[in-house]
């Protein structure tokens, strides 16, 4: 059971929270240009990596913002908390 | 057998309370203090059990939580039975009643007994190789099998015990209050560390209080002596709590753990009456230091599991802690020195040793001297081969073992005895470690795995972290207490620890016999019954990893988890393929450590608290109407209103009839509602929905259609523009909370530059629906100075309104096909609301219908029902509303996967309406629907997805979503049922009023 930092309101227990998937997938700012084959990138494939994942979490009983994590998968580890928005760490 | 077994009583033991109890209907006294194991040994029971697959007797074998064979059955034939109970847990009270288990018809003559004469049919696997064929059989089988086997019987009736749960946030939590534990928390209090002490026994004190008194000291008294002074001195100390019978049952991640605090079991019956019986301890700790001691090891010998063969920890507990012979004949049999630390207890209290058997060639350790001193029979180098009597143990064979430990040799030796201690060395209780995610490095020279690598902020001290000896206990824990505290001193710095400096041994994991080890029974796991045979067979069938080999054999998968026998297993598999222990590594332990109650888990969240309701302010007026209810979501809904003595079918007739011919009223306030503001709310239902809503003018309804970004409908419902930057959006009622977190999510995450505001206001307002011809007449009535004139407010609409001095909304739009409104007022006010649309409506015998009749009469219209019609796998398209799909728009949620390769398919499913041949005929939901009857293997063509006999039709009438049906109109289609084939016509969808005339009727 993680305990969370939430950016916005702190330590908060996991029951708390809503994972939402791999972080860092924008949706195409122009999909009727894509290809069924680039439009299926977007839409189906995810990475579900056993080590370090960058995901995103909604304090869905709390203040209901969404924030991103980096998480290793392997041992629940989580690394890193930062806002939606943000630029995730580069190492 | 009144015998009297006990030696000198115990502290521990109050004698002066005489307890009376029944164990298999029999009445047996023992003292407050006790527990059913140690008072039934006092009365020379050592017979409780049958194995569970050769139903062998089986006695008490150890004194605490990892107790395999001596699980009972209490309060059998009440409503608190509890099954797979551990006998060496239970403190006895007066009236206890218990019973052994997995036996028949009693435990001194089990029918199930034949199996142990059979058992060499029955090798692991048995059950899987046997039952395979003929396959029809099973039911026969399993019938003979369930009668036979099994661990106790759960309760039939409901649990009449209140249960708790608390959450508890700690700095320091310690687990385990022996010597080590409570040094631990002492200093962590001491050190202004909000500390939790938690033991799964009704003392502190764990084994130093029975260790050897001899050989242990601290400061020149006995171990014991001093430690009990310490626990005194504990209720002094701020910032610590104890909490005794409190087991912890599940260690997971970010140190947050599960607790089993037992508050009356150990109670008398009047004393139990409304009181809490377990509660469930949620703890979150920021430190967590585990002191869970280490079980010791049993030795694996042919026929190691008769009655009286127990663990010589064990034997020395009863002595010392409870004042009990286990056996007036007592023998130790053992690897190591902890044996003789029994032995000599034994002595020292005047009960008989009659020879210590050791397979280690000598040992030059003070305590083996003693006993030697003692003139107790050491037999060295020597090993059990066979051991006797069947309810009872009366004798061991023992013989010469080889140099390599693999043969005996040389003449047989008979030693009578009625209980023998066993000693196998000690295995520290790394399960709370390992649960946490902790990694586990394997001690070759000891033959244990220690804990490695810490997942979390904690650590593991005394023999759980593998220091056996009380001076390196003490020593160590003084240097990893003070860096793991991040203290300067600990209080026990100054002590002076005397204590046995080694304990050599040696491991021999499967002890040889003079018998092929085919003909022997050497246990491994006492509880399942798997033998040291059994997995070298599965190793012989091919089964290598350890994980396989466990549920080939069901080694360690019993309650207990294999707490005695699983490294015999490991050693056993890694002698056997040659593979190093450290190497093969451990199967997983996973929670509760042990065996936890349902009623714990669940606590209060029983009966109407087990999910929580959610009811319309109407719901009085719903229950006195004697309505029968719906659970859609987390609401009660009404379903139908049956009136004198209707059946479902009749009050779902007269509602929908009604609602057409007159009027009908329906409770609408469970719809969510969305009300969205700010100056982009336009442009954010323009991307949500799949329709255009730049151009909805103010006080317009629109309904909307919403998708997922996969092209599949999600979510529908009427959305109102209630101002320039003003909109109320309505969604199903069950799919409210996730259509808000899904626009939420896009709005945060996607289009964090519009100015949109989101909120949930769905509790806020209650609705009353009324439908039908007369609804005009009735909402006159209530809003007299409200034009409800065509053109003043046409279908899809929106007006503000007052009813006396409320405010309310007024929606003219329908999901009935009739003329209707949905009247919105703030929710305190909706049972008045209802009440006057009641009044105003009696005149035209207005008819309250439920969910049931609202789906019928959408059906009729053709309109889909979210999660009914669909199922995550239609398209708008695939729904026939091709309509509601803007070509116009640039994008919006789900629009580009509209045109994917598979969602353009022809032969996708598609909703079409179904009309049976004979009208009288209602056709099954979820009927399967075929065009070809003669085909093998048939092809299912689609199902039906809703289908009522409509009363206004006079007909049945279907909703189907079938492959390729959009070009099937008229044509005739099968649904095959078990006793007959109903034919049927694909007709359109909308069965009722297809130019919907009657919306401005």
């Not at chain 2, 009288?920 to 293997?937: M, R, T, Y």
Request: glycine share 8%; hydrophobic share 35%; proline share 3%.
């Amino acid at each position: 059971m993680f305990l969370i930092n939430c950016p916005y309101c702190g330590e908060r227990d996991q029951q708390e929270f809503k994972a939402g998937g791999e972080a860092h997938i924008e949706r195409p700012k122009q999909p009727t240009e894509l290809s069924d084959d680039e439009w299926a990138e977007y839409l189906f494939m995810r990475k579900n990596i056993k080590g370090i994942q960058f995901e995103r979490w909604n304090h869905a009983h709390g203040c209901r913002k969404w924030f991103n994590m980096v998480r290793d998968t392997s041992n629940d580890e989580i690394k890193l908390i930062y806002k939606m928005g943000e630029k995730p760490p580069s190492d | 057998m009144s015998e009297n077994l006990r030696v000198k009583f115990s502290e521990y033991i109050d004698e002066t309370i005489r307890v009376s109890f029944k164990f298999n209907g029999k009445t047996y006294h023992g003292f407050k203090g006790d527990t059913l194991a140690s008072a039934l040994l006092a009365n020379n029971v050592h017979l409780v059990g049958r194995s569970f697959k050769y139903h062998r007797p089986r006695g008490i074998m150890t004194a605490g939580s990892e107790e395999p064979n001596a699980i009972v059955q209490v309060n059998d034939n009440t409503n608190r039975t509890e099954p797979n109970v551990r006998a060496t847990e239970v403190e006895i009270y007066e009236g206890l009643e218990a019973s052994s288990q997995n036996c028949w018809p009693s435990v001194n003559f089990d029918i199930g007994g034949i199996n142990n004469l059979i058992s060499t049919f029955i090798p692991a696997g048995f059950y899987y190789k046997t039952f395979m064929w003929p396959s029809n059989f099973w039911e026969k089988y399993e019938y003979f099998i369930r009668h036979t086997a099994g661990l106790g019987k759960s309760p039939t009736k409901k649990d009449p015990d209140i249960y708790d749960h608390k959450n508890i946030h700690c700095d320091v939590l310690v687990v385990g209050a022996g010597i080590s534990g409570i040094l631990a928390a002492k200093n962590a209090a001491k050190n202004n560390f909000k500390t939790l002490l938690v033991d799964e026994k009704n003392e502190l004190g764990g084994a130093t209080i029975y260790q050897n008194r001899e050989f242990n000291k601290i400061d020149n008294e006995s171990s014991s002596d001093w430690l009990k002074k310490e626990i005194n001195e504990l209720k002094n100390i701020k910032n610590l709590e104890i909490k005794t019978r409190t087991s912890i049952a599940a260690f997971h991640g970010y140190n947050y753990l599960l607790g089993r605090e037992n508050l009356t079991d150990h109670l008398e019956k009047k004393e139990k009456h409304n009181q809490i019986r377990q509660r469930l301890l949620k703890i979150r700790a920021k430190k967590v230091i585990l002191a869970t001691g280490a079980l010791e090891r049993p030795l694996v010998f042919n026929n190691n599991d008769r009655p009286g063969i127990m663990l010589s920890s064990a034997v020395k507990k009863y002595a010392d802690f409870f004042g009990v012979k286990c056996g007036k004949q007592n023998v130790f049999f053992t690897n190591n020195d902890s044996a003789y630390e029994s032995a000599l207890c034994l002595y020292n209290k005047g009960i008989k040793v009659n020879a210590i058997i050791d397979i280690r060639d000598n040992s030059n350790s003070k305590i083996v001297k003693a006993v030697e001193k003692a003139g107790i029979k050491i037999h060295w180098s020597h090993t059990v081969v066979d051991t006797r009597g069947y309810k009872r143990l009366n004798s061991v064979s023992i013989m010469k073992l080889s140099n390599d430990g693999m043969i005996v040799t040389g003449n047989k030796i008979n030693i009578s005895c009625d209980c023998l201690g066993i000693a196998g060395g000690w295995t520290p209780a790394v399960h709370l470690f390992t649960q946490s995610g902790g990694k586990l490095k394997f001690d070759e020279e000891n033959k244990v795995f220690l804990p490695n690598k810490y997942p979390s902020d904690q650590i593991s001290v005394g023999s759980c972290r593998g220091d056996f000896k009380l001076k390196e206990i003490i020593n160590n824990l003084s240097i990893n207490l003070k860096e793991f505290l991040k203290i300067e001193q600990v209080d026990f710095d100054k002590i002076n620890v005397e204590s046995e400096k080694e304990n050599s041994k040696i491991n021999i994991w499967l002890l040889p016999s003079d018998k092929a080890i085919g003909k022997t029974k050497p246990f491994v796991d006492y509880q399942n019954d798997a033998t040291a045979k059994d997995i070298k067979l599965a190793l012989r069938e091919g089964f290598k990893s350890i994980e396989h080999v466990k549920r080939y054999t069901t080694t360690g998968m019993g309650t207990d988890q294999g707490k005695l026998g699983n490294m015999h297993a490991l050693g056993i598999i890694a002698d056997t393929t040659g593979v190093k222990m450290g190497e093969l590594g451990t199967t997983t332990f996973r929670p509760p450590y042990t065996p936890l109650t349902f009623g714990t888990i669940v606590g209060r969240n029983v009966g109407e608290f087990f999910d929580i309701f959610r009811r319309t302010p109407m719901n009085d007026w719903h229950i006195q109407s004697k309505a029968e209810f719906e659970n859609v979501g987390q609401w009660k809904r009404g379903w139908y209103y049956p009136a004198n003595g209707e059946t479902m079918h009749q009050a779902v007739q007269r509602e929908s009839k009604a609602a057409r011919e007159s009027a009908g009223i329906l409770d609408a306030s469970t719809l969510g509602k969305i009300d969205i503001q700010g100056s982009d709310a336009s442009e954010f239902l323009n991307r949500v929905y799949t329709n255009a809503w730049s151009k909805l003018a103010i006080g317009k309804c629109r309904y909307g259609l919403m998708l997922n970004e996969d092209g599949m409908v999600y979510d529908d419902g009427v959305t109102t523009r209630l101002g320039e930057n003003h909109y109320i959006m309505t969604t199903t009622t069950g799919g409210a909370a996730n259509v808000l977190g899904k626009l939420e999510d896009y709005l945060q995450t996607e289009w964090p530059e519009l100015d949109v505001y989101l909120t949930s206001v769905t509790d806020h307002y209650a609705t009353a629906s009324i439908c039908g011809p007369n609804s005009k007449k009735i909402l006159n009535k209530i809003i007299p100075n409200l034009n409800l004139s065509d053109e003043n407010f046409p279908h899809m609409s929106f007006k503000e309104a007052q009813i006396d001095k409320i405010k309310c909304r007024v929606m003219r739009i329908s999901f009935t096909g009739e003329h209707s409104y949905e009247i919105n007022v703030q929710a305190s006010y909706g049972k008045s609301l209802w009440d006057k649309c009641m009044e105003a409506g009696k005149e035209f015998n207005i008819t309250p219908y439920g969910t049931e009749t609202m789906h019928l009469l959408r059906a009729e219209k053709g309109f889909i029902i979210v999660g009914q019609d669909t199922d995550g796998t239609m398209t708008p398209i695939d729904l026939q509303m091709d309509w509601i799909v803007s070509k116009k728009k640039y994008d919006f949620i789900g629009k580009r996967s509209l045109y994917r390769s598979d969602t353009i398919r022809e032969d996708r499913k598609q909703l079409v309406g179904l009309l049976t041949d004979d009208p009288n005929i209602v056709l099954d939901e979820g009927a399967q629907i075929v065009s070809e009857l003669n085909q093998n293997p048939v092809q299912m063509l689609g199902h039906v997805t809703s289908s009522y006999f409509s009363p206004n039709l006079n007909k049945s009438i279907a909703l189907a979503v079938v492959r390729g049906g959009k070009n099937m109109m008229g044509k005739k289609l099968f649904i095959p049922m078990e006793n007959k084939t109903i034919n049927v016509t694909v007709a359109n969808p909308v069965f009722f009023d297809e130019d919907n005339a009657r919306l401005n009727a």
